[in-house]
Structure formats: structure tokens, C-alpha cells
């Protein structure tokens, strides 16, 4: 069963507008959350992340929103890049030991337009 | 640099020929881990390492063997590969066992079994 899950494979964008990727988890036990973003023929690398203490985490155009009791983070990309197009994969992990373990969803293609 | 590297990027390959996937970090971390990429799958993890000599099943490890001798080296051994071990094999790191902590990607290795 999918304990993280990223219900839209993909999303168009015309750049300067909102990007926003969303995913939805289903173990109360997570405690930290944190989107990967992929190009292609490359790794996955860290984009953001958020602890469950906390609802909104911001790092320059990237926020990310954390709704504990929905069990539902939001990653608001704005403006939007050409840049930007890539695969985006959201995490979800608990403390420590086997529980820090990363689980990830299955990833949405944003591609955004000039 | 900092960086995880991965031997070899590419490799095709036969039924039951056994191969070895390298695996090096840089950065003295204590975790390892092992993912595959599959299309409409995400990024599953295969076996994880908390430290030398402590491995452990991730959740799809059937068919494969790890082991961690040294703490920058994670290789991921296929002792006999079939062909739905075909896929994208990502190995990453990070500083503690910990899910707050930021885990770094190697390149991939795009494996094909025939």
C-alpha cells in the first residue's frame, strides 16, 4: 500500500505562473517531509524540506506547505522557470533507525512553458 | 567535491550473469542506501546501511545482496539477474540515520538484463 502518494504524473506550467505539486501521505508516524527534484540521465537532489512541527517552510521561489490533520504537503513553486521543468518526487521519513528511511512517492512531471 | 559515485553508469547484460554495481561516497557519511527507478513506480528502495557491517531489506531487496565493509563503499551485487531486475539503480547517502538529513544521489546506473 502506498504510504506517499503523488496523484498527478504530471503538470504544465506557462512560465512566471504558480507551480504547484502536491502529495498526500498516509502514516501519522512520518515526521519529516522533503521534495527531490530529477532531471534527466541525473541523480535526484534535494530541493526542500519540512518538519512536522512546522505548517510552511520557504527557500527563495520554493515553499512548501505541510496540512497535518489533511495529511497533505504542497510545494508552490513561483515564478516558474523553464528551469524548473523536471521530475519531482516527494519524501516522507520518521526519525531514525529503519524509520528514517526515505519513502517516495511516484513523482510528477512539471514542464514549464516559455 | 562532494559526491557519490556509481561503476558503471551503463551496463547491458545476460540472464544469470552475475554483476556487481559500485558504489562510493566522499563525504564520511554513515547511511547508505540502494533505490530503483521504474516508470510509474517512484524510487523503491532495495537494502540500506546505517553503518559498516549493518545492512538491511529495504522494500523490494528480493534478488540482490549488499554489503558494507568499508563506510564509503555500499556496492549492490545481482548474483543472478533476470530480466525484471532491468531498471534504473540510484545509490545515496546521507550524514546520519536520521530523515531530517539531506541524502545525496549518485548519477544512476541504468541497468539492462536480457
Known amino acids: 500500500d502506498q504510504q506517499v502518494k503523488q496523484n498527478s504524473p504530471s503538470l504544465s506550467v506557462q512560465e512566471g505562473r504558480i507551480s504547484i505539486l502536491n502529495c498526500d501521505y498516509t502514516n501519522s508516524m512520518f515526521d519529516y517531509f522533503l521534495w527531490y527534484k530529477k532531471y534527466p540521465a541525473e541523480g535526484p537532489t534535494f530541493l526542500i524540506s519540512i518538519s512536522s512541527i512546522k505548517d510552511k517552510n520557504e527557500d527563495g521561489r520554493f515553499t512548501v506547505f505541510l496540512n497535518k490533520s489533511a495529511k497533505h504537503l504542497s510545494l508552490h513553486i513561483v515564478p516558474s522557470q523553464p528551469g524548473d521543468s523536471a521530475v519531482y518526487f516527494c519524501a516522507a521519513s520518521g526519525y531514525g533507525g529503519s524509520q528514517g528511511n526515505l519513502i517516495f512517492g511516484k513523482g510528477t512531471k512539471l514542464s514549464v512553458k516559455p | 567535491e562532494a559526491q557519490v559515485t556509481q561503476n558503471p553508469r551503463y551496463l547491458i547484460t545476460v540472464t544469470g550473469k552475475k554483476l556487481t554495481v559500485t558504489c562510493s561516497q566522499n563525504m564520511n557519511h554513515e547511511y547508505m542506501s540502494w533505490y530503483r527507478q521504474d516508470p510509474g513506480l517512484g524510487l523503491r528502495q532495495i537494502y540500506y546501511?546505517?553503518?559498516?557491517?549493518?545492512?538491511d531489506k529495504g522494500d523490494v531487496p528480493e534478488g540482490y545482496k549488499v554489503s558494507r565493509k568499508e563506510k564509503r563503499n555500499f556496492p549492490l551485487i545481482l548474483e543472478s539477474p533476470s530480466p525484471n531486475q532491468t531498471s534504473l539503480y540510484f545509490c545515496?547517502?546521507?550524514?546520519?540515520?536520521?530523515?531530517?538529513?539531506?541524502?545525496?544521489f549518485g548519477p544512476g546506473t541504468r541497468l539492462t538484463v536480457t
Open positions: 546501511s546505517m553503518n559498516v557491517e549493518v545492512t
Open positions: 545515496a547517502s546521507r550524514i546520519g540515520t536520521g530523515g531530517l538529513y539531506e541524502q545525496y
